[in-house]
Structure formats: C-alpha cells, structure tokens
C-alpha cells in the first residue's frame, strides 16, 4: 500500500498502476475556493465575530493510505451514490493535502450554515450529505461565480433561481443569501434527481444544464455520466467527482473550526431607499457590517419595501432618527451641488440657530425653508456639512422681513452671541464710522477689534456690538 504525505510529497511511482496526478490538474472552480477560501470578505468577517484565527501552513503533516478498492466501496454505500472514476483521485489528493486548517475552516463552514440548508435538505426529501454541495460549489462564498452564469455560494443560475422563487434585479440578487438560496437550490436539485433517478446526472446536471446531459446521453447512445464525462464541458463536469472527494475527505478529516458567535442583530423593514452611506454619517452604522448582514445587495443602499438585518444598536439609532436620516440624504447626500453660488443678499430677517442633539443641516435647512448650500454660505462653511452641538448657525428667516424703520432694521434683538453683545446687519452703503456713530460709547476700532474685520465690509454683513 502506497504511503502519501500531506502536504509535502507526491510519490512519482505509479498508484494502482496508475500516473501519478500533477495538482495543476486540479485548477477548476471547485478547487479554486478552497485554495482562496481565507481571503474572501464575507468569511473573513465570520472568523472575526467568531474570534477564530487561522494557523495557515503549521498543521502537522500526516499520512494517509489511498486505498482504491476502500475508496470505491465508500463512495458507492454514501446516500448520494458516485462510482469511482479515475477523475475523482485527483480531488481526493488535493482535499487530502490541503491545508488542515482551511479543510477545517470549509467543515465549520458547513456546520455554521448547517440550519439553513439541512431544513431545506429535508423539505424537500433530500440526502443530508447534499449539504456539502455549496462546499464543493462555492467554499460558501456569497459572491462567488462561475463563468456560466452561475453565483452565489450555491452557484445558481438565473433561471432557476426566477423559476424557484428568487429575486434578481439591479439591487437584489438573492442567490447570495444562503438562506433564501438552499431553498430554490434544494428545490431544484429534487427535480433533477426525480428527472433522472441517478445522482452523478442530477449532480451533473445541475451545473452543465439538463439539455447538455440529455444532448450528451443520446450522442453517446448511453444512460450513464461516466460515459459522458468527456464530452461535457470540462469546466463543469468535476462537480461530480469533486462532490465525491470531499464526501470521503469528511469521513476522513472530520474537525472542524467552531464558528459559533452571539448575532447581535434584528431586521427591519426600510420603506424608502435608504443608503449606507446615510446611516454611516448619521447613526455611526459600519458599511462593512451593513454589507456583511445583507449580502443579497447588490449596491450599498436597502432599496424600498425591502426587511434589512441591521445591527441592534444601529436599529435603536435608526429608528429613533429616521426622520432626520432621511432629511439628511435628500439635502445633503443626493441633493445635486450648485454650479454657482445661490446666495445674494437675503430678504429675511437674521436670527440664530443653536445646534441640538441629533440635527444635521439637511434637518435644519427644513425646519427654516432654505437650502443646505445657503446655510453653508451664510455661515462660510464651504461644501462642509460639519455641524457640532451648540454651534450657532446665522440663517435668514424668509418668513420674517427686514423693517424698514431706521435703526429697528440695524438692530437684531435677539442675541446670538451672548449677553454682552447684539448684532447689527450691515446696510447697503454703510462704512464702519458710520455705524459705530449709532451706538453711544462704541468706536469704529471697538467693532473692527470685536469682529476680527478691517474697514472693507460688505452689505448684509453681521456685526457684534458690545452692549453699554
């Protein structure tokens, strides 16, 4: 019996009186997951809630025994059936001498989806051993696809996924969510085995598409895969042994990676389009995590009538601030910038603004019936949409006009600043000396020094004058 090292040797004698196989043989879809399995985004984010690190490359090397004749008898007593085939030992030999720690990394995998795709497994009178089918597919990557159509960890084409109930458009692709994708998935995969009564066609035709199998089948003038295998699309046909490999590398390498972590998390359902980026600026929620609980979107944004999963501290915010969130992206986010300043010289009134708790311009600019670009202008804030609480924000009531009469015009009660001082708005043809010869004990340098302004001012400007 040939020995085999993990990870290190491939024996060049002949195994079973047979070549020996070189790994880049072994470059199809179903290898390439697993081989890139850490660096996906989506599982790098379970390994980080789960608190799980990966020790790549400092698993021990051990030996296993390839026993043709054992591997053989296995294969044909599993639930879901596959002869052996000389196609399948190179993906026993690349299951076998990978690396543990992602092995161990795709079994927890299939323990943390385990649920979902079991429940639907069952729904539908299915082996549970098809729950290895998205490892084989995908390495459960949401946002893998292969080069046929097909995405989504289950690697669904599209018109299975419309015939089995799943959204596809420009902001949802559901095939993405395991949940929702193990049910259409399961579905169909019962149809084609009550099709066909075999699982290597059923498997098979899952990924290459039944009228491929059925044209191949009468070609061949046969009833079997294997008599088949070569005429398939190379691409796709492996989903049948490299299904049999890891069914057997299971029984063989069973640890896996405890992916268990406490979700933090409930759904909601958002009315209106809501973007990411509204909540991120607003209610301090993390564009990753957004994107991490709802990988079904396909943009950053929840479109409308739509049961988003948001994290529970973001859905308190949310909730109590969604009239100001949404006020915010339409003022701000999605209002179109001015090709030219808007502001001239105002009609309404001066008054004062002290920012509370909770407001943004956009909330702001609403409350008064002005613009976000005229807030920024009046206060020379440029394009900033920065506010803090108890900033005071000059805005000019267009409900409130100016009067006419002579100082009562010049002369804003309230006062902004604090009870030292008031204001004055500068008039059309005004000069310092002239205003400072209005307020009894005040100098032209008082309201120069007091304004941090030189002599040069312009209509419409606010001064602070110091009460006597």
Known sequence: MLQVTIGLLFVTDCLNAKPPVEPTQVLSIYANGLRNIEKDIYIAQILVRSGTELSLGKSENTVFEYDEQQIRNRLEEYEVAISYNDAIRPYIEFYMTMDHERLKLLFGLTEYYSESVSSSLRKNSLPLSLSLFPAV?????????????????????????????????????????????????????????????????ALAAYTCGPATINKALASQKTTTFWSIYDVLPEELRDIVPAMAALTYVQEQRSQILSLAYQENSDTLRIHKRLLYKALNDLVQADVNELSFLNPGLNQKEFPANYTALLPNEVKKRFTKMKDSVYVYQSSVILYPKPKVAVMTSPDGAPITHTVKSGEVLGVIAERYKVRVSEIQYWNNMGGSTRINVGQRLVIYDMKKPIKTAAVEKKVEESNPFNSEYITYVVQRGECLDGIAQKFPGISTRNIRDINKIDDNIQTELILKIKKR
Request: hydrophobic share 30%.
């Open 137 to 201: 597919c995908s390495s459960y990557g949401p946002s893998s696809t292969n080069d046929h159509g097909g995405a989504g960890p289950w690697h669904l084409n599209y018109p299975q996924s419309i015939k089995y109930g799943l959204v596809i458009n420009k902001y949802i692709d559901e095939r993405r969510e395991m949940k929702k994708a193990s049910v259409a998935a399961t579905a169909y995969l019962a149809h084609l085995y009550k099709s066909y009564n075999d699982w290597e066609l």
